[in-house]
């Protein structure tokens, strides 16, 4: 549904892009993360075709950003980073005026409009003009507008900042209805939380170049290291040997717990078990030590300038 | 076409729509389409009044088409404010990008902002022509003639195209509201003076010049539409440029685009000197045929103007020559003072051509180089009629230098001719400033390298060899 290749863009003599390569299938969800000035609403833009790549190609739901400007903009749905409402119009109106210019005909404007603002929350606003809108509202009509004609590829660009809670939630759960009717979505965010909720895969984008990318076990694994695990006993150890098979190495210990790093769960972590048991340690829990996004994030923006980690496949 | 203007009327409609709850908009459309108009016609009454008591009754005969005209005019003046921000106040009210975003074309999106802003002060001018007749009319009786009203009200439609399109190409090529406010003195004082002639015209009451008048606006119009649309350009829309003069990244275009592909000379001029002259192959032809037609124009005049015979003695021209030469002035014949006038003469004329050129999309700027060939080709034609033959007159008066001079002049048109064409001309790899410094930099390159040299040289043989090209041909 979106391709990239080698996708570039240059303003003057600063590269704000620099060969960008992603692949979102359809029902798939791309967080792209980045501090700010990264690259991302660039990106999201030369997809969206309001900006020309200097360089590389890019297709999005099966056509050329260059070429098929006018159709890739027909089936891309964008929330842009400003809201881009009009203040003196109503809700109806504004719809039905992006209903018009998607060329849907009135009766399915019609339908879905009173569909979107049921979903949104927003039923009890539409005799209220736009400017009177709380920040939320705005974002929320926003997004209405972005899935009017229900676009096959959706490209979001912080779909919850300034909401508040209920609000956000609201919108994930749309984003994640969303991706289960096929739709391929990129989502551009700070929110790290609400990547590692919302998207299948992730990048990271940082000086204009992908850092890094993958599913969040795959950035896990390459950014932090091997899976790191912490085993509770019942009693204290008091200074016994622990008969730990090979590959296992500990990183803390405390009384009655340690914490240790394997490369292959899968098989040494039986044998761990299997091995404390019959030493005749009891175990009360094994668990694996959550790693945040935040950390796999931070981890890649700070080792950024040092080497580039991978690219999007 | 259809399918653009069906889809350019729905932004038409949103806009007029938001124009009309804004009442900043609406209230001085209201006051200059009801109230102005009746402030003319009072006007108009107590001229009647006052100079029916002095029996000068032509002086409000043509008081009142004169102010027919202004009603017309006021209301539209309105566009130009709201034109003027059309496309950059939205910019800065950061609503753009969805629409920059959804598959409008850029025709769709330029032609719908375009009417937009055209139809409610149009709508309003309309409504003011017909509250003055109608005052007018209850007044003193007055109907206009049928031709006149279509006029002025084809006077009034074009204005606005011309106010509307030359606004919309300016708001979409600036970063800023103030930027295009202080940038509208561009439209405000060409429109001024073109007033001031249509104003003349009413009041000389030869209306059939109004027809040129119109015709002439509506070239512009179009001609301000293609430029608007060819450099329409969604990236430059969104760009967060600030409004400063960046003088030195202006300098290094110019300067690159200037030196083009560096190599040894002989390569560097046959790649960036024959190369550019290569290019203007089409417009050297346009060139030549507008000089060509000046020239027929000239000879035609001199049926229309022509001089008796016996006032031109050809046959002592060799005495006039000889007695002419000591008195022309500050040209010194056989003299280097008098090359240095001629080359500054000819230097004054295309860089006046040049500028007007560049205001006036090439027109202007053509319009005065083919001036001289219409001179030319006048006093060919009267040689012509009082016995002498042209070809005579022109190889001892034009051909010795003209040789050099008039391929430099259609040199010069066909730059001019460039200059006007890249305006209209659609360039999707640099901006509109960008394609202009380029061009500039050609336009240098070939006066520097060609033209000048070659105006040196005609102005050397003008002063040292034509003169004696003349004596020599003319003396008995």
């Known amino acids: 549904m979106i391709v990239t290749n080698n996708l570039s863009k240059n303003f003057k003599d600063v590269r704000a892009v620099d060969q960008v390569n992603l692949h979102v299938r359809a029902g798939e969800v791309l967080a792209l993360l980045g501090p700010n000035g990264a690259g991302k609403t660039t990106t999201v833009r030369m997809l969206t075709t309001v900006l020309r790549p200097s360089s590389g190609t890019a297709h999005v739901a099966g056509y050329d950003v260059i070429t098929d400007a006018v159709k890739v903009r027909s089936a891309v749905g964008v929330l842009t980073e400003e809201h881009g409402l009009y203040d003196r119009m109503y809700i109806l109106e504004y719809l039905d005026f992006f209903g018009q210019i998607y060329d849907m005909p009135a009766e399915e404007r019609e339908g879905r409009i009173q569909y979107l603002l049921d979903k949104f929350d927003l039923l009890d606003a539409v005799n209220r003009r736009i400017g009177q809108y709380s920040k939320g509202m705005r974002q929320k009509l926003s997004l209405a507008r972005s899935l009017l004609h229900s676009p096959p590829v959706l490209l979001l660009d912080e779909p919850t900042s300034a909401m508040d809670p209920a609000s956000a939630r609201l919108v994930r759960n749309a984003i994640k209805s969303l991706r289960s009717e096929d739709r391929a979505i990129i989502v551009c965010t700070h929110n790290l939380a609400e990547a590692e909720e919302l998207a299948d895969k992730i990048a990271i984008i940082c000086s204009g170049k992908i850092i890094a990318s993958g599913t969040y076990e795959e950035l896990k694994q390459r950014l932090l290291g091997p899976g790191e695990y912490h085993i509770q006993f019942a009693e204290n150890l008091d200074n016994r040997d622990l008969p730990l098979p090979s590959g296992v190495e500990i990183t803390e210990k405390g009384t009655d717990w340690i914490h240790y790093q394997v490369t292959e769960p899968k098989e040494i972590n039986p044998l761990v078990l299997q091995n404390l048991v019959t030493a005749g340690f009891a175990v009360v829990r094994v668990e694996e030590i959550k790693r945040s996004l935040e950390s796999v994030y931070l981890q890649a923006v700070n080792q950024a300038p040092l080497e580039e980690i991978n690219h999007v496949d | ?476």
């Open chain 2, 1 to 476: 076409m259809w399918i653009n203007l069906q889809k350019a009327m729905i932004i038409t409609r949103r806009e007029v729509r938001d124009q009309l709850r804004d009442w900043r908009i609406i209230a001085p459309i209201i006051i200059l389409t009801i109230l102005f108009p009746g402030l003319m016609n009072f006007t108009a009454q107590q001229a009647v009044d006052f100079v029916a008591k002095y029996g000068a009754p032509i002086i409000a005969d043509r008081l009142i088409p004169f102010l027919l005209m202004v009603v017309g005019f006021f209301p539209i003046s309105v566009s130009l404010v709201i034109a003027l921000e059309s496309f950059v106040g939205e910019k800065e009210r950061r609503s753009i990008e969805p629409l920059l975003s959804s598959p409008l074309s850029d025709v769709q999106l330029y032609l719908g902002k375009l009417m937009a802003v055209m139809f409610p002060p149009l709508i309003a001018s309309y409504l003011a022509i017909s509250v003055y007749l109608v005052g007018v009319y209850r007044q003193v009786g007055w109907v206009p003639d049928t031709i006149l009203l279509i006029q002025v009200i084809a006077l009034a439609t074009v204005q606005s195209l011309v106010m509307v399109s030359g606004a919309v190409v300016i708001s979409s090529q600036t970063t800023s509201v103030r930027a295009a406010n202080l940038l509208a003195s561009f439209i405000i004082v060409p429109m001024a003076l073109l007033l001031v002639g249509e104003s003349m015209i009413m009041f000389w009451a030869r209306y059939h010049v109004l027809w040129y008048a119109i015709f002439g606006q509506l070239i512009v119009a179009w001609l301000l539409i293609r430029t608007g649309i060819a450099h329409f350009n969604r990236e430059e829309l969104l760009g967060r440029e600030l409004d400063t003069l960046n003088l030195q990244w202006a300098w290094q275009v110019f300067k690159s685009a200037f030196i083009g592909v560096p190599g040894p000379f002989r390569v560097w001029w046959r790649m960036n000197v024959w190369g550019t002259l290569k290019s203007l192959k089409w417009s050297i032809l346009l060139a030549i045929i507008f000089t060509l037609a000046g020239s027929l124009i000239g000879s035609a005049q001199a049926e229309v103007f022509s001089i008796p015979a016996d006032l031109l003695d050809w046959e002592n021209i060799e005495d006039g020559l000889v007695t002419g030469i000591e008195e022309i002035g500050p040209i010194r014949f056989f003299s280097i003072q008098g090359t240095s006038v001629i080359l500054f003469h000819n230097l004054r004329a295309i860089a006046l051509a040049s500028l007007l050129g560049i205001f006036s999309f090439g027109v202007l700027g053509i319009i005065t180089l083919i001036l001289p060939f219409s001179i030319i080709g006048y006093f060919t034609a009267i040689a012509g009629q009082t016995g002498l033959s042209p070809w005579k007159f022109l190889l001892g008066f034009v051909i010795p230098h003209g040789i050099l001079e008039v391929p430099a002049i259609i040199l010069t048109g066909a730059l001019i001719i460039r200059l006007g064409l890249t305006l209209v001309t659609p360039n999707e790899e640099y901006t509109i400033g960008e394609t202009w410094i380029r061009t500039l930099a050609d336009w240098t390159r070939i006066m520097l390298l060609v033209i000048i040299p070659l105006l040196m040289a005609a102005a050397f043989l003008e002063v040292y060899i034509t003169p004696l090209v003349a004596l020599n041909i003319f003396s008995h």
